[in-house]
């Protein structure tokens, strides 16, 4: 019997034995330089938990323009740092009791 094996790419095995030959044993990558986090800072988280504890129907596009910021970065503030979730909620229709009806709704079926 075969068995399908999915294998890595040659260039994948050369850059592994590359690594190994140079004494890098660590399978992690190495940190990149880069451009730090700007809008994460703990005065926006701050600033995100103000606003919602003010209005929590706030849109997250309300949210990000209010702080000047990207939509990415103001999700992540409220998903990642403030751990809040969206809730759905449900619109029930009001039952109308019968004695808020007039007498002609009554007659009508409507109440």
């Known amino acids: 019997m075969l068995v399908k094996v999915d294998s890595v790419s040659k260039k994948c095995v050369f850059e ?16 990149r330089s880069g451009r730090p986090p700007t809008s994460t800072t703990p005065d926006n988280i701050e600033r995100v ?3 919602l ?16 910021i990207s939509l990415d970065s103001a999700s992540n503030i409220i998903h990642e740092h403030l751990q809040k979730r969206k809730k759905k909620v449900y619109a ?4 109308l009791r019968s004695s808020n009806c007039a007498s002609t ?4 079926g409507v109440c």
């Open 53 to 68: 504890a003010d209005d929590r129907r706030l849109s997250l596009r309300m949210i990000a323009e209010e702080l000047k």
């Open 16 to 31: 592994w034995f590359k690594r190994f030959r140079d004494g890098k044993e660590d399978v992690k990558d190495e940190p």
């Open 92 to 95: 029930f229709p009001t039952l």
């Open 49 to 51: 938990r103000r606003i």
């Open 105 to 108: 709704d009554t007659e009508k």
